[in-house]
């Protein structure tokens, strides 16, 4: 084949409910060289079973079994170990997401189409939304530290690992590619490469992303508002790459004070200890406990909300309980 190889990295723990249509999407893709490197994360389901009847049916598939559970981020990088030395790209694809047809063919062409790029993404469909808006749609090429720089600032999300090609050789010189310690690991690998190469966007919808009461995203990651939690260490351990000091240290007492101001909508909501002290460690950890004069601040601005706002009382004792 002439074509670029690809890995498609598909780590998987009790995914069989999605894992059929997951596979497919991906063997069904114009671009024809590829892999799909399958790791079973010693599933208790048909996952398994799953996979190994796509290897039976389709040469391009390798199926690799943990013999017990790793943690997942674990998981993830240990899959990343195990695609082919010749593969030029690497596309992670989680059980419950899709490919759209064609869609790996695009993002190959605009990653061979500068030798510079490292990462392509794209738009995705998650549930009813449309995610990763933000850029000009005029361009297709960006300078990945003025990309990474945006996304530290907020002023964009259009980092979406999920959805995302790599350079495999890009991958291979990191090991782990993803930091074991974080929840958010796959932004981290995102931010650790973006400041030598240029990132690639292709303005149209190419992946969907499910969204479904088992997912990571469902459980965890949007009930305890897991990436404000780890925001901190984004700026920490990244945003000397990208953003002088005196912005740096603006922004990091911005996110503070979200912070201050989320704990105390906790309390107010009467979430459950659990919450609180998930988001209270994370700021220990980062050397950021609160004071009280923290605690009042965020108050009196929740406080200048809610009476600008009301509805946002009735949101704060109506919303579900986290216990």
């Known amino acids: 084949m002439t074509e670029s ?6 780590p998987v723990f009790n995914g069989g409910r999605f894992l059929r249509e997951c596979l497919d999407s991906a063997l069904t893709q114009s671009h024809a060289a590829l892999e799909l490197v399958i790791l079973d994360n010693a599933s208790t389901d048909d996952t398994l079973l799953i996979a190994e009847h796509a ?34 790209y690497c596309r992670v694809l989680h059980a419950d997401d899709t490919l759209y ?47 990474a720089r945006q996304f530290l600032r907020r002023q964009i999300f259009a980092l979406a690992p999920t959805s995302g090609l790599l350079r495999a050789d890009l991958v291979r010189a990191r090991q782990p590619f993803y930091p074991p310690h974080l929840l958010h690991a796959d932004l981290a690998a995102w931010l650790d490469i973006l400041d030598e190469v ?72 009467g979430n459950g200890r659990d919450f609180l002290d998930f988001h209270l460690e994370g700021l220990r950890q980062a050397g950021r406990t609160p004071r009280p004069l923290d605690y009042a601040r965020a108050a009196v601005a929740e406080l200048g909300d809610a009476l600008r706002q009301p509805q946002k009382l009735f949101k704060y004792w109506h919303q579900p309980r986290l216990r």
């Open 5 to 10: 190889l690809v890995s498609i990295v598909v």
């Open 55 to 88: 290897a039976r049916n389709d040469c391009r598939v390798r199926v690799f079994h943990n013999q017990t559970t790793l943690k997942p981020i674990d998981n993830w990088n240990r899959a990343m170990t195990v695609m082919c030395g010749k593969a030029r």
């Open 101 to 147: 047809p064609g869609s790996l063919a695009r993002l190959v062409a605009l990653a061979e189409s500068d030798p510079e790029i490292g990462i392509v993404g794209s738009l995705r469909r998650r549930g009813d939304h449309v995610e990763c808006e933000g850029l000009p749609a005029d361009r297709q090429i960006f300078d990945g530290t003025e990309v």
């Open 198 to 269: 240029k990132f690639g966007f292709v303005h149209e919808i190419l992946a969907f992303s499910r969204v479904h009461e088992n997912s990571i995203t469902a459980t965890l990651a949007e009930r305890k508002q897991t990436l404000m939690r780890e925001w901190l260490v984004l700026l920490r351990d990244y945003g000397p790459r990208y953003i002088a000091p005196a912005e740096l240290a603006r922004l990091e007492s911005d996110h503070l004070a979200r912070c201050h101001r989320l704990l105390v909508r906790g309390l107010a909501s």
